[in-house]
């Protein structure tokens, strides 16, 4: 190595340290371990690769209830428009083989290493248990409501009582603050928009116990007070009957797959209704066939819940001939599953009425519509904030 010389005592030159660097990296030679780690993360990289590639990719992400994204439509217009990238981003992240490893390592960083209190809106609290933050489309509501006030006009002429609720969304009962749904504004909304008709408050005789630990949902055996008060509300007697309870199984809601974390499970539990008679719309045949008021087939589906009156379905009529004499129209979300059986302890028949999946103007094809009944609309907040789902 040629002798080196200083511009300034004790300060190197810019050209020596350059000199001094090409020539080390020309007489050094990579050590054995350099050498095996490259080999090993090579190696890593190709074997990710090739499972990715010969496993079939899943057709359901069941931890998250939805399907993956399917792989795009190469074109050179998709590659121009910068679609294809796009989306073979979220097909590619999908179908990865650790993709449900990745997730849970990822929130435990933001839980409990971050200690962040939310993950994407994701949370985790100890008087609510999992949940998401679902902030209050104003708009968004106020079209929902009128939406239902349509709905609610098609009785006009038959002298109905009608009546409506609000279930909210179960974060209003966690200690914490939490930044989703307004219930005052919700309320006023719903007063404003549907002030002619009667309004039954739920919200102040509902608690965080109410609701499963890792699901949106209600549990039905924390909810018959619930349904006693809307009965009572709307006058109806409740037939005198002990109901045996069951259980249909432990299960994890919506939100355990979401956040990706290990949660306590939840048990699903349901009342035993003698007598009791449920017939669905069959949307094929477009007639009434007689089914299970609680269905333990689709409690081991995808969406557990589903147990309750098969989940989403367009039109169900329950029948209970021990019930006092009356009729019920409940028009429902996915709350009024596990609420139905219970409200039919006070009518001989109810209607269940889902206008995500049947338009308004359909109902006169399939139910009769008896003068005098009671009208019950019951929606949970994320269907009065998502307007589009209602056909009316």
Same mark, same amino acid.
């Given at each position: 190595?040629?002798?080196?010389?200083?511009?300034?005592?004790?300060?190197?030159?810019?050209?020596?340290?350059?000199?001094?660097?090409?020539?080390?990296?020309?007489?050094?030679?990579?050590?054995?371990?350099?050498?095996?780690?490259?080999?090993?993360?090579?190696?890593?990289?190709?074997?990710?690769?090739?499972?990715?590639?010969?496993?079939?990719?899943?057709?359901?992400?069941?931890?998250?209830?939805?399907?993956?994204?399917?792989?795009?439509?190469?074109?050179?217009?998709?590659?121009?428009?910068?679609?294809?990238?796009?989306?073979?981003?979220?097909?590619?992240?999908?179908?990865?083989?650790?993709?449900?490893?990745?997730?849970?390592?990822?929130?435990?960083?933001?839980?409990?290493?971050?200690?962040?209190?939310?993950?994407?809106?994701?949370?985790?609290?100890?008087?609510?248990?999992? +949940? $998401? *933050?679902?902030?209050?489309? %104003?708009?968004?509501?106020? =079209?929902? &409501?009128?939406?239902?006030?349509?709905?609610?006009?098609?009785?006009?002429?038959?002298?109905?009582?009608?009546?409506?609720?609000?279930?909210?969304?179960?974060?209003?009962?966690?200690?914490?603050?939490?930044?989703?749904?307004?219930?005052?504004?919700?309320?006023?909304?719903?007063?404003?928009?549907?002030?002619?008709?009667?309004?039954?408050?739920?919200?102040?005789?509902?608690?965080?116990?109410?609701?499963?630990?890792?699901?949106?949902?209600?549990?039905?055996?924390?909810?018959?007070?619930?349904?006693?008060?809307?009965?009572?509300?709307?006058?109806?007697?409740?037939?005198?009957?002990?109901?045996?309870?069951?259980?249909? +199984? $432990? *299960?994890?809601?919506?939100? %355990?797959?979401?956040?990706? =974390?290990? &949660?306590?499970?939840?048990?699903?539990?349901?009342?035993?209704?003698?007598?009791?008679?449920?017939?669905?719309?069959?949307?094929?045949?477009?007639?009434?066939?007689?089914?299970?008021?609680?269905?333990?087939?689709?409690?081991?589906?995808?969406?557990?819940?589903?147990?309750?009156?098969?989940?989403?379905?367009?039109?169900?009529?329950?029948?209970?001939?021990?019930?006092?004499?009356?009729?019920?129209?409940?028009?429902?979300?996915?709350?009024?599953?596990s609420l139905a059986p219970l409200l039919s302890?006070?009518?001989?028949k109810v209607t269940v009425i889902d206008l995500?999946?049947?338009?308004?103007?359909?109902?006169?094809?399939?139910?009769?519509?008896?003068?005098?009944?009671?009208?019950?609309?019951?929606?949970?907040?994320?269907?009065?904030?998502?307007?589009?789902?209602?056909?009316?």
């Amino acid at each position: 190595m040629s002798l080196l010389y200083l511009h300034e005592p004790g300060t190197w030159s810019r050209q020596a340290f350059d000199r001094i660097e090409v020539e080390f990296m020309e007489t050094r030679k990579p050590v054995a371990g350099e050498i095996l780690t490259c080999v090993v993360f090579i190696g890593l990289i190709c074997m990710i690769l090739a499972l990715n590639i010969v496993l079939p990719a899943p057709a359901i992400l069941e931890a998250e209830r939805r399907a993956p994204a399917k792989m795009p439509e190469l074109s050179l217009t998709s590659i121009s428009s910068g679609s294809f990238m796009s989306r073979f981003e979220d097909y590619s992240a999908d179908n990865f083989i650790f993709r449900d490893a990745f997730r849970g390592l990822h929130a435990f960083m933001v839980f409990n290493i971050y200690m962040q209190r939310d993950m994407s809106g994701l949370y985790r609290d100890k008087n609510v248990g999992l +949940g $998401e *933050f679902r902030r209050m489309d %104003a708009p968004a509501f106020r =079209l929902s &409501a009128q939406k239902v006030r349509n709905a609610a006009e098609t009785f006009k002429g038959y002298g109905m009582n009608i009546y409506y609720s609000l279930i909210p969304d179960k974060s209003i009962y966690a200690k914490n603050y939490m930044p989703g749904f307004d219930l005052d504004a919700a309320e006023s909304i719903l007063l404003d928009v549907l002030g002619s008709h009667t309004y039954i408050n739920i919200a102040d005789s509902l608690t965080a116990g109410d609701y499963y630990w890792t699901d949106l949902h209600w549990d039905q055996s924390k909810i018959e007070g619930i349904a006693n008060l809307l009965t009572a509300f709307m006058g109806a007697e409740k037939e005198n009957a002990q109901m045996p309870k069951g259980k249909a +199984g $432990e *299960f994890h809601g919506l939100y %355990a797959g979401q956040i990706a =974390l290990p &949660a306590r499970t939840d048990t699903m539990s349901y009342a035993n209704i003698e007598k009791l008679r449920v017939s669905y719309l069959n949307e094929r045949t477009l007639e009434f066939e007689d089914g299970p008021v609680y269905d333990f087939g689709r409690f081991s589906g995808i969406d557990p819940y589903d147990f309750y009156l098969r989940g989403p379905q367009p039109l169900i009529v329950l029948e209970n001939d021990d019930a006092p004499n009356r009729e019920l129209y409940l028009f429902r979300d996915s709350f009024g599953s596990s609420l139905a059986p219970l409200l039919s302890l006070s009518y001989s028949k109810v209607t269940v009425i889902d206008l995500r999946y049947i338009n308004l103007s359909l109902l006169d094809f399939f139910i009769d519509i008896i003068p005098g009944s009671d009208v019950l609309f019951i929606y949970g907040s994320q269907i009065f904030n998502n307007p589009s789902v209602l056909q009316a």
